[in-house]
C-alpha cells in the first residue's frame, strides 16, 4: 500500500469532518446512552459501503468492508461523553444535559477527546473505502460504546462482537491526550494501569450530636481510613512500582448536631502489575475491617466492587510493526515513547479476549507552540488542561489529521503480505521494553 497516498488524501476531506467533529462535540451522550451518536455513525459508514451491525453491546456497531483476499484489521474508537459542565467557551461548546444511570439530571461534555476518536475513524474508513486498490483483506471499524463506566468493551464481546467478522490479525486504537499537537506517544509492556472501584458502607450507631458517648461514629471512623489508606502507597508498596490510592467520595449524615448511623466512601485504586493489585486489594479490606474493630462497630463493614478495568499492555507482538509504521510516516521525532500512565482504559479486552496483537497509542491535541511554552515555564500540569477536565480542547484540525494519518499508517502496516515474520524486525531494542519500566523519553 502507498502510505504517502493515503495519507495525503485525508487532507480533502478535513474541512467536512472538521465541522462533524464540531457537530458531535454539541451533542455529546452518556455512556450506553449513545444512540443518536450510533445512529449518525452508522448512516455515514454505510454510505461509505460498509456493512453495519448495530445495537452490540448495548448502542456499540461494527462495521465491516471486505474487498478480496487478505487479513482482517480491527480499528476501534470509543462514543461516550462525560457527566462534566464544559468551560471552554469554545463557539460549539456542549449545553447537553442528561439523566445519569443514578437518574440525576447532569450536564454532558465531550471532556476525553471521544469525539475526536469518532471523526479520525470516520476519515480513516472514508480513505480506505475509497482507495480499495491499494489494499486487500477486511477492514473492521468498532465504535464502542460506555468506555467511560469500563463497561462497553465487555458489553460488546458479551453481546458476540466476534462473531460478526472474520478473525482478526490485529486490533488498533488510539487516544487523544493534552500533548502537542502532530505528536504521537505510547508504551511498551504494562501501558495504563488497572482500576478497582469500591464502594465501603461503615454502620455505626447514630444519636445526637450532643451526647457522642451514646454513638458508634461512623464519620469519625471514615475519616481514621481515609487516613490510613494513604500508607498503602507510602509504607506497603515499593517504590518502583506503580500504585495510586484514592477516596473520591466520602458521604454521611444530614445535619450538625445529628451523630449519623452511616458513612459511605468511594476508593478508586490503580496498579500496573498483578500482584500489586491483589495487594491493594486486600489491604484496603484489612485497615476498613480493622478500624471497625477498633471503634467497636457491631456491624460488618461492606465493601462492594462497583467498578474494574483492566490493565492495558502493549506486547512485542503489536508494538515493533506499529511503531514502526508511525514512524516512518510522521517521522521518528513525532514518536515518542513515555512511560506508563495510571489512568485506565477498557481497549485492550478485545485483544485479550481475541488472542491477537493489540496496540493502542495517544495523540497530541494541544497547540505546540503553547504546549513548548508551559514545558519551558514548568506549568503543563497547571496551565494545559487535560482528559476530563471541563477545559479539555482539542486543537481540532491537526489533531483529527494526525488521528487519520495514525490509523491509516497502522493499518497499512499491518495489511501488507508477510505480517507474520517476527514482530520486532528494525525497531530499536530501547522501545521493545515489556517489564513495566518506561522509557525516560516524554511528551509532557
Known amino acids: 500500500m502507498n502510505k504517502l497516498r493515503l495519507t495525503s488524501l485525508a487532507d480533502d476531506r478535513l474541512a467536512g469532518l472538521v465541522d462533524f467533529y464540531e457537530e458531535l462535540h454539541r451533542n455529546p451522550e452518556l455512556a450506553f446512552q449513545e444512540f443518536k ?15 453495519v451491525r448495530t445495537r452490540i453491546g448495548g448502542t456499540g456497531l461494527v462495521a465491516t468492508l471486505t474487498n478480496g483476499d487478505g487479513p482482517t484489521i480491527v ?18 461548546s456542549s449545553t447537553t444535559t442528561s439523566i445519569d444511570s443514578s437518574g440525576i ?13 469518532m471523526v479520525a475513524m470516520l476519515g480513516a474508513a472514508e480513505v480506505l473505502a475509497s482507495n480499495t486498490s491499494e489494499w486487500s483483506g477486511t477492514l473492521v471499524v468498532l465504535f464502542q460504546p460506555a468506555e467511560e463506566v469500563g463497561a462497553g468493551a465487555q458489553a460488546m464481546i458479551d453481546d458476540g462482537v466476534f462473531s460478526h467478522f472474520p478473525h482478526p490479525r490485529v486490533i488498533l486504537g488510539q487516544h487523544v491526550g493534552n500533548g502537542p499537537a502532530g505528536t504521537i506517544s505510547y508504551t511498551s509492556g504494562p501501558a495504563m494501569a488497572a482500576a478497582d472501584s469500591l464502594r465501603v458502607t461503615i454502620t ?25 489508606l494513604q500508607t498503602i502507597v507510602a509504607r506497603e508498596i515499593s517504590p518502583s512500582n506503580v500504585a ?94 513515555v ?10 479486552l478485545f485483544g485479550t479476549t481475541a488472542n491477537v496483537p493489540s496496540f493502542f497509542w495517544f495523540i497530541g491535541s494541544t497547540d505546540p507552540e503553547r504546549f513548548a511554552q508551559a514545558i519551558s515555564d514548568d506549568s ?19 489533531t483529527i489529521a494526525t488521528g487519520i494519518d495514525a490509523l491509516l499508517l497502522a493499518f497499512s502496516a499491518w495489511s501488507e503480505p508477510n505480517n507474520d515474520a517476527p514482530m520486532n524486525q528494525g525497531i530499536r531494542s530501547d522501545i521493545l521494553n515489556t517489564d513495566g519500566i518506561g522509557s525516560d523519553k516524554r511528551v509532557r
Not at 503543563?380 to 477545559?391: G, M, T, Y
Open 380 to 398: 503543563v500540569d497547571r496551565l494545559i488542561p487535560a482528559n476530563h477536565s471541563a477545559e479539555f480542547a482539542p486543537v481540532p484540525r491537526r
Open 339 to 348: 512511560p506508563p500512565i495510571t489512568i485506565s482504559e477498557d481497549f485492550g
Open 204 to 228: 455505626g450507631r447514630g444519636a445526637h450530636g450532643s451526647r457522642p458517648e451514646a454513638a458508634i461514629d461512623p464519620i469519625v471512623i471514615a475519616s481514621s481510613i481515609v487516613l490510613k
Open 75 to 92: 480499528l476501534r474508537a470509543d462514543m461516550d461523553a462525560l457527566p462534566i459542565q464544559e468551560d471552554t467557551g469554545l463557539s460549539y
Open 37 to 51: 451518536t450510533s445512529t449518525t455513525l452508522a448512516s455515514k459508514v454505510c454510505q461509505l459501503g460498509f456493512s
Open 244 to 337: 495510586v490510592v484514592t477516596v473520591g467520595s466520602l458521604h454521611a449524615g444530614t445535619k450538625e448536631n445529628i451523630i449519623p448511623a452511616t458513612a459511605e466512601l468511594k476508593i478508586s485504586l490503580r496498579s500496573l502489575l498483578p500482584p500489586v493489585r491483589t495487594h491493594l486489594l486486600t489491604a484496603v479490606e484489612r485497615i476498613v475491617r480493622g478500624e471497625c474493630l477498633a471503634a467497636g462497630v457491631e456491624v460488618e463493614p461492606q465493601i462492594e466492587a462497583i467498578g474494574a478495568f483492566p490493565r492495558l499492555v502493549n506486547e512485542a507482538a503489536g508494538l515493533g510493526r506499529t511503531v514502526t509504521a508511525l514512524e516512518a510516516g510522521l517521522g521518528i521525532e513525532n514518536v515518542v515513547a
Open 105 to 117: 439530571s447532569t450536564p454532558v461534555m465531550h471532556a476525553c477527546g471521544h469525539d475526536i476518536h
